[in-house]
Structure formats: structure tokens, C-alpha cells
């Protein structure tokens, strides 16, 4: 079964348990089949999180993949990033069972090509195509191998972003009981660190709070963590902990926009003038550090894909998202949370000023906000149209306004994961964009 509702911009994503089930062992099975048979790799590296049925589901993958002739690498229980680095690490396709910050019901699978390159914009829907009706061979043509590579992806991390003095810090970790529990105390190992865990435990059903720090109220227990513990900063990551938010000493959020501009700079003291790729709706604040210390900024789409597509386009050295996807060219120009709080980690050593001093905030953000609607064209058509001569329009990623004069932006765009229109805010004054935040969500709601 593959309901086409789970086939997304970027990845796969649906119910996998209750009475609405989207897809399942058999369509997974489908999904290896039509996945070797659209790529042809002879070879691919296979890792799930801890989600429902994730052994199940790609075990069934495999089986398919094998079916069709490929050989599988299996890493077993792995973070995205950890399937990124392995697919680096041996040059091979990768396939991450995970739904990242999905509610515990779903389950889907992320995919890469050889060195952690993204797919083609047009994968996902050959791939639902071709999975439709595809035959699956009788008899099992590929290999199958497994490879335990936690030490090895820990040891790149530690190589990009070496420890340096002797300050100690004390950092909560809240996994939410995703992958970060998997990787995050061999990936900071060795670092000086006096760590506070939060729901390191691997559990898919979620218990303690939804693996999804975009939300402000997954953010409570990390925030109470680091006042009760005195604690420097915490990093509370999301489901397959690609995903790292940084909270600082008062127990503040530090906007991602904000980290991306801190690892930007110091990325491009190592590589002057290298060129930064953000999204559409990354602060205006990161372009205008990125120009100060000599780099170069470009925007891409919101999604993985695009950002990736755009950093091997360009070179970038570096790349960041509003959502906390941080990516490097040293890391294949993949996404990692963890590297990102390993720079964070050591930027905060090497200053004499607490984390709320060192990452500085010009801009006044809404956040993501999200509205379920009936029809999301129509949506962005009325607010379009009532925001016609207030500033330079465009449908890059959704609809954008930007006034740079008076200081603010304003962007609606559907998900690419989940039905939902989001809504992101900028403005330089904090009254200014409270008042165009609430004029475009009364258009929309």
C-alpha cells in the first residue's frame, strides 16, 4: 500500500500505525524495487531511527532493493546525518527511514545519492510512479552487509571542529527521546563538558515531548534545565536529530537565523570570501553579516534539496536554514545539527561573554506560524493582492514581500511536508512586525 499523500517535495512521509494507514511493509518493498530500478546502484547504505516499524519498514525496503539486484549496507539505528556521513564515508546512495519531527504515527524515508548529494527535483514523483504496480523479483540478487559507523562520524565531527582550551561548560542535551540519544554523548566526547541529559532514552512514541523543537513548548524542559542547572547553554535537537536548537544562559531561545550567521562568520575567517547559501526566509541579518566579514550570500528554496543543489552550484561553504538545518561543504554539503552545536560548543569556549552576549540579534522574527486552509493559492493570492505596491514582490518559494526601506519582509508558503500554509515575519522594530504578522493572518484565517 503507498497512498500518494506520503510522496513530498523532498521525502516521504505518512501514517504507518492506527486506522488510517498511508503505506506499509509491502509498499516499502514496492519503494526498494522502484528505487534501484529508477537509479541503478549496484550498492546503497541503508539507516532508520528509533519511529515505529522502522526495522520493519526497511528491512522490507531492502528486500526489495535486493530483489531488484542491489547490494545493502545497513547501518542499523542511525541519525540522518549519521546516514549522510556513512554515504560519504563509503561513496554510496543513502536511504534514512525517518519521519523527523512527525507526530509518533508516521514513518517515512530520506533519501541521497553517492557522497550525500541530493537527488534530482523530479525523484520523488518518478519515484511514486514507478512504485506503482512494480514487480518484485522472486528471487534475491543483492547482498547484504552491516557497518557500525558511530565511532568513524563522530571522529569527522571532532576533525572539522577540533576541542580547543580548558574551559568547561555545562550543556543540557534534550534528545526528546529521538536519535540524539544515539550519537550526541560519543559525538561530544572528549570536549570538557559537564552534560545534563534530557530524554536520551530511544523511544518513537515520544513520551516525555514531540521531537519537534520548532514548536516553543518542546523547548520548556531544556529551557528549565538550564536554569535550574546554572547550565552555559542546551541543545535540544528533533527526531532523527539533523536538527539542533541552541538555548542560551537566561534560558532564551538563540534564533537559528542568528547561529547561521555565527557559524558563517567564523567559516568564512577560515575561507575568505567564500560564498553562504540561506533560504528565502533566513534573516536578513545573516546577509548582512556575511557581506561585513567579506562573503558572498545566496538564497535558494526552502527544503534540503534546493539548498544542497545550490551549495554544490555555488560552492558554498557553508549553509543555513530557519528551521535549524545547518550545512557544510566539508560535510559533503550536507546537513548536520550536531556539527552546528559543535561550533557553537567552541565559539562559546574561546569568548569571555555568555552566549546571550555573543549571539547578537538586530531583527525583530514572528517565527514560523502555521494555518491549516482550504485552498493555500487562494491564500497567498488575497494576501498578494493586498499587499500590491507595499513592496518588491516574487513566487520563488511561496509568496514574499520585501520592503527594505522601511525594514521588513514577510513570506507564505505551503509546507513541503505537512498540510499546512506557514507564515514567517521580519521586521527591524518588534511593533512593526507584530502589526504586519497579525494583517496577514487575518487574511488568511
Known amino acids: 500500500m503507498l497512498d500518494h499523500v506520503i510522496f513530498k517535495a523532498n521525502d516521504i512521509r505518512g501514517i504507518v500505525v492506527g486506522s ?4 506499509d511493509l509491502e509498499g516499502a518493498r514496492a519503494l526498494g524495487a522502484a528505487f534501484v530500478e529508477l537509479l541503478g546502484p549496484t550498492e546503497f547504505v541503508l539507516g532508520r531511527d528509533m519511529r515505529t516499524l522502522g526495522r520493519e519498514l526497511s528491512l522490507a525496503f531492502a528486500d526489495g532493493a535486493r530483489r531488484a539486484g542491489a ?3 545497513d547501518i542499523g539505528l542511525s541519525s540522518t546525518d549519521q546516514l549522510w556521513f556513512a554515504s560519504g564515508q563509503l561513496s554510496l546512495p543513502g536511504v534514512q527511514f525517518t519521519a523527523s519531527h512527525n507526530p509518533a504515527e508516521y514513518n517515512g524515508i530520506k533519501f541521497c545519492l553517492a557522497d550525500a548529494k541530493p537527488v534530482p527535483s523530479d525523484f520523488m514523483e518518478r519515484l511514486r510512479d514507478l512504485a506503482d504496480g512494480i514487480a518484485i523479483g522472486e528471487e534475491v540478487l543483492g547482498a547484504y552487509r552491516e557497518h557500525d559507523c558511530l565511532d568513524d562520524y563522530a571522529a569527522k565531527l571532532a576533525s572539522l571542529v577540533p576541542a580547543t582550551g580548558e574551559r568547561e561548560l555545562t550543556v543540557v542535551v534534550d534528545a526528546g527521546n529521538g536519535m540524539a540519544g ?4 560519543t559525538a561530544l566526547a572528549g570536549r570538557s563538558l ?7 532514552e530511544l523511544d518513537g512514541t515520544f513520551p516525555n515531548h514531540p521531537a519537534n523543537p520548532l514548536e516553543p513548548e518542546n523547548l520548556v524542559d531544556a529551557q528549565r534545565a538550564v536554569r535550574e542547572h546554572a547550565a552555559d547553554l542546551a541543545l535540544v535537537f528533533d527526531g532523527d ?20 550567521a555565527m557559524i558563517a562568520i567564523s567559516e568564512l575567517e577560515k575561507h575568505p570570501g567564500s560564498t553562504i547559501v540561506t533560504n528565502t526566509i533566513t534573516s ?5 553579516a556575511v557581506e561585513r566579514a567579506g562573503g558572498v550570500i545566496r538564497q535558494s528554496k526552502v527544503g534540503h534539496t534546493y539548498v544542497k543543489a ?4 555555488t560552492g558554498a561553504v557553508f549553509g543555513g536554514e530557519h528551521s535549524a538545518h545547518y550545512y557544510f561543504r566539508e560535510f559533503w554539503s550536507a546537513d548536520t545539527g550536531m556539527l552546528a552545536a559543535l561550533h557553537v560548543l567552541e565559539l ?5 561573554q555568555p552566549l546571550s552576549e555573543l549571539a547578537y540579534d538586530t531583527y525583530s522574527r514572528s517565527g514560523e506560524l502555521n494555518s491549516t486552509v482550504d485552498d493555500a493559492q487562494a491564500c497567498m493570492d488575497r494576501v498578494a493582492e493586498a499587499f500590491e505596491g507595499r513592496g518588491e514582490a516574487d513566487r520563488l518559494d511561496g509568496l514574499s514581500v520585501r520592503n527594505s526601506v522601511e525594514g521588513w519582509w514577510i513570506n507564505l508558503r505551503p509546507s513541503n511536508t505537512e498540510p499546512l500554509l506557514r507564515l514567517n515575519v521580519e521586521a527591524r522594530e518588534q511593533q512593526l512586525m507584530e502589526a504586519l504578522r497579525d494583517e496577514v493572518l487575518a487574511l488568511v484565517r
Open 194 to 200: 559537564n552534560i545534563v541529559g534530557l530524554y536520551l
Open 284 to 288: 536578513w541579518g545573516v546577509g548582512e
Open 182 to 185: 544515539h550519537t550526541a554523548l
Open 20 to 23: 488510517a494507514v498511508q503505506w
Open 71 to 73: 547490494s545493502v549496507v
Open 310 to 313: 545550490l551549495m554544490a552550484e
Open 241 to 260: 536529530a539533523d536538527r539542533c536548537f541552541i538555548i542560551d544562559e537566561t534560558g532564551a531561545v538563540v534564533d537559528p537565523s542568528v547561529v547561521t
Open 348 to 352: 562559546l569556549r574561546a569568548a569571555d
